[in-house]
């Protein structure tokens, strides 16, 4: 294959990891290898010269949402949940900068002794210096997702694509884990995807990016190095485009 089969697609991207992608083989926490393996990639991936921000999820520790059902006020629970996002976000950051990857960790939620708090021109800043930015707290509010987090960041920071890695190669007609029957589509848009209710992205999060026209792929990361690949146009994925 010739090197232009390589050349990313994008020039700045966000890159939606959920708290369970950490924790590897693990029923929740973070594992170390997984951990290593994702930062390689991403470090791949800037490698590739592509601006990297990514938004990490916190379902590996706390969920608002299992949190209310334990008696929880709703938004405290978000706060809760909100919380494991930062844990995720600074153990990636030590990942990346372990292998002299520069990385940035800021927090839509204020807490400078941990990270710098998150703004737009904070972000842009670092993603100009080539330092891969990674957004905890989501969008600093809750009854929203790390999803919408993602496409909020994605419209401000003016990224071409939201990178939404999942475990199955792209989005289905059902849950593929569950429904022998549930179909693959390559390809959608926006509309099709709320009409449909596909359960991949929350509805808030499609229609951010449906507004602002931008493309969501989304891919598998159990292959080896699947952002960097996800970003250059290869291996399976599903693309959600007007
Ligand atoms: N959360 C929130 N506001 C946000 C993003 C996240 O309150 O803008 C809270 C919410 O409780 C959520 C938790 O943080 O359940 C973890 O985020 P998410 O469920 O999106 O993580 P993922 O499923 O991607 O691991």
Not at 56 to 77: T, Y
Not at 96 to 109: D, I, M, P, Q
């Amino acid at each position: 294959m010739n090197a232009s089969h390589h050349k990313p697609k994008w020039k700045r991207v966000v890159v939606k990891l959920s708290g369970e992608a950490l924790q590897g083989g693990q029923t929740h926490g973070l594992d170390a290898k997984t951990l290593d393996r994702i930062a390689e990639d991403l470090d791949a991936a800037a490698a590739l010269g592509v601006e990297i921000a990514v938004v990490v999820g916190g379902g590996n520790f706390f969920r608002g949402i299992q949190g209310a059902d334990k008696g929880i006020e709703r938004a405290r629970a978000d706060s809760i949940g909100m919380l494991a996002t930062v844990m995720n976000a600074l153990a990636l950051e030590y990942a990346l900068e372990k292998r002299g990857r520069a990385a940035r960790a800021l927090s839509a939620v204020p807490m400078p002794a941990l990270c710098e708090p998150y703004s737009r021109q904070t972000a842009l800043h670092h993603l100009g210096k080539r330092r891969v930015v990674i957004l905890a707290g989501g969008t600093g509010n809750p009854f929203f997702t790390t999803d919408t987090g993602a496409a909020l960041r994605g419209a401000e920071l003016s990224c071409d694509a939201i990178m939404k890695a999942t475990q199955v190669d792209g989005v289905y007609s059902a849950d593929p884990k569950k429904d022998p029957n549930a179909t693959r589509y390559e390809r959608l848009t926006h509309d099709e995807a709320i009409a449909k209710n596909l359960a991949v992205m929350d509805t808030a999060a499609f229609a951010l990016a449906r507004e602002n026209r931008i493309p969501i792929i989304v891919f598998s990361l159990a292959a080896p190095r699947a952002i960097s690949s996800a970003l250059s146009g290869q291996g399976r994925a599903t693309l959600v485009a007007p």
